[in-house]
């Protein structure tokens, strides 16, 4: 059955980094791509990227741009999400989502269990 | 960005009636290929989001068969037939035709 699961919670000052991972199994993990979507406390869903697991193609939400880098790690078959400069409205529960090999049209069909980002000094 | 615009915003509910929740989108989701490309979503309280309806009308595996899904264009709707205590948690609406990907606000579904 399809799995991601994402690494653990993470705590972190203004202005530093934080990188989650997402591992996949369950499936051919570079026929599909992967995103990203934030969900700040008691708020909606935000759609961050997308990234191809199969030639590494990325896309990022502008408000991002800059700040935001997604890779993967074929040989483990795991996703990476890197955010840079953090501030405080970045605390949000962070979950990858199993996508289509090409960004549009957009699909995400199975979730990881969601990893906690709180930035607070 | 696609504006998608859900309604309601709360949705209270006796056990065992219907729900309806409607979703529109600032621009047609009919994508080249012929296909709309309309996703419902349910997130139960404390877990992820788990997809239930793709393209507008098609159920995911395991979903109960008194969820359904319907619309065309611009309008969608997602039905409840009889509601159950487990159908608690915020539903998204979400549009994958048009990049980036977005999301209604979410409808909240309480048992009244």
């Known amino acids: 059955q399809v799995q991601l699961v994402q690494s653990g919670a993470e705590v972190k000052k203004p202005g530093a980094s934080v990188k989650v991972s997402c591992k996949a199994s369950g499936y051919t993990f570079t026929s599909y791509g992967i995103s990203w979507v934030r969900q700040a406390p008691g708020q909606g869903l935000e759609w961050m990227g997308w990234?191809?697991?199969?030639?590494?193609?990325?896309n990022y939400a502008q408000k991002l741009q800059g700040r935001v880098t997604m890779t993967t790690d074929t040989s483990t078959s795991t996703a990476y999400m890197e955010l840079r400069s953090l501030r405080s409205d970045d605390t949000a529960v962070y979950y990858c989502?199993?996508?289509?090999?090409?960004?549009?049209?957009?699909?995400?069909?199975?979730w990881g269990q969601g990893t906690l980002v709180t930035v607070s000094s | 960005d696609v504006v998608m615009t859900q309604s309601p915003l709360s949705l209270p509910v006796t056990l065992g009636q219907p729900a309806s929740i409607s979703c529109r989108s600032s621009?047609?989701?009919?994508?080249?290929?012929?296909?709309?490309?309309l996703n419902w979503f349910q997130q139960r309280p404390g877990q992820s989001p788990r997809r239930l309806i793709y393209?507008?009308?098609n159920w995911d595996s395991g979903v109960p068969d008194r969820f359904s899904g319907s619309g065309s264009g611009t309008d969608f709707t997602l039905k409840i037939s009889r509601v159950e205590a487990e159908d608690v948690g915020v539903y998204y609406c979400?549009?994958?035709?048009?990049?980036?990907?977005?999301f209604g606000q979410g409808t909240k579904l309480e048992i009244k």
């Open positions: 979400m549009q994958g035709t048009h990049w980036p990907g977005t």
């Open positions: 621009q047609s989701l009919v994508y080249s290929d012929g296909n709309t490309y």
């Open positions: 989502a199993r996508s289509n090999i090409v960004v549009v049209p957009a699909d995400f069909d199975y």
């Open positions: 990234i191809s697991a199969y030639n590494g193609n990325t």
């Open positions: 393209k507008v009308s």
